[in-house]
């Protein structure tokens, strides 16, 4: 939200030939203070008391060997790859609406730069909903719920998002965008809890990272430049990104009511009724 507002307010105050040249460019340094807050909140985040237990068993137990990659991907290779394509429709949609969304709206669908960025800063507030209400329904239904209905609004806006920005009308083009990062935001709220449940406690956050950047090296980096390749072997016809984008939301959905609910990160089994999970308190390590 706050890089298209950055945008939006360059965009409008700079003219279009500064913009190009180097207004674009500002929001990059500005971003250099972010890069000090990451650090901040990473360096003060604290590890589960599960995971600090396990570190205290390896270190005082010289026989216990690190499990690296290749283990991971001979035991958890067939996991990694379910989980990858349950959140492929979270990173295809986000690439294909929030990236190449941008040139598309701007240049097929004939808006200037100030409105195309004022639709992805309004987008961007309403996904910003989504990730609230999304976790919310994770606690209660269940994280694979979470992402067959986030995988399901992103198959709805596979189907609007190309007609409606041809349609070259604002109001249209701003509800399918809004609506396709809705439902990015919407399934993205259970991404942790899914993947972090999914491998025991010594590998999980490897796990975690390999399955994630595995779906977006595969449906998430080069999706711009192969959305654009395929439409312009169609002569400007989106209907093979369409077909495309369909394809994997319907298998995401399958694979995730298909899959089972992992146990809680503290090993216990977990039930989804509708109703918030009461929490589990684990016990004093300086009383024990």
């Known amino acids: 939200m706050l890089a ?7 965009a409008a105050s700079l003219s279009p030939e500064a913009y190009m040249s180097w207004g674009w460019r500002v929001t990059f340094g500005i971003a250099v203070i972010l890069v000090g807050v990451g650090i901040y909140v990473r360096l003060k985040i604290e590890e589960t008391p599960i ?3 396990q570190v205290e068993m390896a270190e005082s137990n010289s026989g216990v060997r690190a499990r690296g990659p290749v283990y991971i991907l001979r035991n958890y290779g067939l996991t990694i790859l379910r989980l990858g394509f349950i959140h492929a429709p979270i990173s295809l949609t986000f690439y294909i609406v929030a990236v190449f969304g941008i040139s598309y709206l701007n240049k097929t669908g004939n808006f ?3 409105a195309t960025l004022s ?18 329904f994770a ?22 998002f190309f007609p409606l920005a041809d349609t070259q009308n604002y109001a249209l083009a701003l509800f399918a965008t809004s609506l396709a990062c809705f439902g990015v935001q919407f399934g993205n709220a259970a991404q942790g809890a899914l993947f972090g449940e999914a491998f025991p406690t010594q590998i999980r956050f490897m796990g975690s990272a390999m399955t994630l950047s595995f779906t977006n090296l595969v449906f998430g980096s080069f999706i711009p430049f192969f959305s654009a390749w395929l439409i312009g072997l169609a002569g400007g016809n989106t209907l093979s990104v369409v077909i495309f984008w369909i394809m994997i939301c319907i298998l995401s959905i399958v694979l995730a009511m298909r899959s089972k609910d992992g146990k809680t990160l503290e090993g216990t089994e977990q039930t ?14 300086a009383s024990v």
């Not at 298209?4 to 360059?10: G, I, R, T």
């Not at 639709?119 to 919310?136: E, P, T």
């Not at 606690?139 to 609007?160: F, S």
């Open 119 to 136: 639709i992805f800063l309004i987008a961007n507030a309403v996904s910003f909903v989504g990730i609230l209400v999304g976790g919310r």
């Open 272 to 285: 989804f009724s509708g109703r918030r999970l009461q929490q589990i308190k684990t016990p004093d390590v």
């Open 51 to 53: 995971f600090v237990e």
């Open 4 to 10: 298209n507002l950055s945008l939006l307010v360059l």
């Open 139 to 160: 606690d209660r239904y269940g994280r694979r719920q979470t992402y067959a209905v986030g995988a399901a609004i992103c198959l709805v806006a596979a189907i609007i």
């Open 112 to 114: 200037p730069t100030s």
